[in-house]
C-alpha cells in the first residue's frame, strides 16, 4: 500500500532555532500534501495544504512565515518552523493524496519539543 | 468552511459490548467520510470509510452509517475488544480539504 515516511520521529530544540519535517512518499505522487498539528488530547488540526509546484494554502491563524511549506516535487514536503518557541511543541503530521480514490496517507509522525 | 462535530468525547464499554461514535458535518458538498483510530503517539489509521453515495458499509466488527440529508454519519463497533481501545476520530472530506472530528477517546474493559 501506498507509505509516507517522515523524518524525524522527535526532535528537540532550542528556542529560537529552526526545525525542518521532512514527509516523502515511497510509493506513489504526492499531489497535495496536508500539514497537520495535534495538540495533547486534541484533534488533528489542518495547518496548510499544499499542491506540487504551488505555493501552500494556510489555515486562518496559521503564520505562513513561521511555518514554511516546500513541496517542490511529487514526492517530497517540508515544514520548517522557524523561531521555534515552546508554545509551538506538538505533533505535527503531515497527509499525502495522489488524487486518486480518496486515498489519503499519513506520515508517522514529529513530536517537536522546544525548550 | 466544514466543521465536524464528534461525540462522545469519552466513551466506556465493557468487553463484548457495541460502541458507537456519532459525527455531523455541515458542508453538503462532502462526499467522503474516513474514521481513524489512533494510538498514543501514533499516527491515525484508517479503519473504515464512506463514500456519499453509498448508506451503509460493514467490514467484520465495524460498520458505519451515513445519513446524508441530516449530515450525520456514525461508527458502530461491535463485540469490542480491550484491544479497541485507542482515540477514534471521524472526518469528512470537501474539494480535498479533510476536516477532524475533535476524537473519541474509547475505552474497553476487560
Known amino acids: 500500500g501506498a507509505v509516507v515516511s517522515q523524518h524525524p520521529s522527535w526532535v528537540i530544540c532550542k528556542s529560537g532555532t529552526s526545525v525542518k519535517i521532512e514527509c516523502r512518499s515511497l510509493?506513489?505522487?504526492?499531489?497535495?500534501m496536508f500539514w497537520y498539528r495535534q495538540f495533547p488530547k486534541q484533534s488533528l488540526m489542518l495547518m496548510a495544504t499544499?499542491?506540487?509546484?504551488?505555493?501552500?494554502?494556510?489555515e486562518q491563524g496559521v503564520e505562513k512565515d513561521k511555518f514554511l511549506i516546500n513541496h517542490a516535487s511529487l514526492t517530497l514536503s517540508t515544514l520548517t518552523v522557524t523561531s521555534a518557541h515552546p508554545e509551538d511543541s506538538s505533533f505535527y503530521i503531515c497527509?499525502?493524496?495522489?488524487?486518486?480514490?480518496?486515498?489519503?496517507?499519513f506520515g508517522s509522525g514529529t513530536r517537536l519539543t522546544v525548550v | 468552511g466544514e466543521n465536524v462535530e464528534q461525540h462522545p468525547s469519552t466513551l466506556s464499554v465493557q468487553e463484548g459490548d457495541s460502541a458507537v461514535i456519532k459525527c455531523t458535518y455541515s458542508?453538503?458538498?462532502?462526499?467522503?467520510f474516513p474514521w481513524y483510530k489512533q494510538e498514543l503517539g501514533k499516527r491515525p489509521q484508517l479503519i473504515i470509510d464512506?463514500?456519499?453515495?453509498?448508506g451503509e458499509k460493514k467490514d467484520q466488527r465495524i460498520a458505519v452509517t451515513l445519513n446524508k440529508t441530516a449530515k450525520h454519519f456514525s461508527l458502530h463497533i461491535t463485540e469490542t475488544q480491550p484491544e479497541d481501545s485507542a482515540v477514534y476520530f471521524c472526518?469528512?472530506?470537501?474539494?480535498?480539504?479533510?476536516?477532524f472530528g475533535a476524537g473519541t477517546r474509547l475505552t474497553v474493559k476487560p
Open positions: 472526518a469528512a472530506l470537501t474539494n480535498n480539504d479533510m476536516r
Open positions: 458542508d453538503s458538498a462532502s462526499n467522503y
Open positions: 497527509s499525502a493524496s495522489s488524487g486518486a480514490n480518496y486515498g489519503y496517507t
Open positions: 464512506i463514500r456519499s453515495n453509498v
Open positions: 499544499s499542491n506540487e509546484g504551488s505555493k501552500a494554502t494556510y
Open positions: 510509493d506513489f505522487q504526492a499531489t497535495t
